[in-house]
Structure formats: structure tokens, C-alpha cells
């Protein structure tokens, strides 16, 4: 059981389209900082500022791999049980990352 100002907390986070759809995408895949700003045609400190947010709940993590940051959704947070529930009402995601391998803008962050 979550505590109503924890649940409150996580819940105005996801409140916000972007972060509910990096969360959603972080669902089934992994992430570099680069391939959000190709997906969100957004700047990379606007995504960095997102994910920011997400790690300091503890709803993701990051994975160093070189000099790319991978990010992953941390399924041990304590809050992952709401955050799944959540998820399961919002469509995949994955076409976002079809889309960007499509137009060869995919990148390999290895």
C-alpha cells in the first residue's frame, strides 16, 4: 500500500504527456538521451530535465555504457506496481521507435 502523498506525488509526475510517454516506452525497450530528442523534437536538456525528474522518483534508471547514458525503467521502485497498473490502460509505444529506425535516425549508442 502507497501512502496517499507518495501516490499523489508519483501521479502529478506522470501527469505530464512527455514523461508518461517515456515511462510507457520505457515499458518494453531501453533508451539513450539522444533517441528521446529524435522522438520528442525536443532538446536534449528537455529531455535530460524529464528523465531527471523520473530518476529522482526512482522510475528509472540509468546504465553507463562509454560515454551514452541508457535509460531503463527501474522495476524494483516500490512505486513500479502503480506505475505498471498505470500503464497497462496507455497504447504501446513501440511504433515511435519503428518510426525513428525507419527514417535511419536510429542510433546506436554501443
Sequence with gaps: MIEVEKAAVILKLLGDKTRLTMVKMLDTNDYCVCEFVEIFKMSQPAISQHLRKLKDAGLVQE?????????????ENEYYPLVHSLLEYIPNQ??????????????SCD
Design 94 to 107: 513501440d511504433f515511435r521507435l519503428k518510426e525513428l529506425e525507419e527514417q535511419g535516425l536510429r542510433i
Design 63 to 75: 546504465t553507463k555504457r562509454g560515454q551514452w547514458v541508457i535509460y531503463s525503467l527501474n522495476r
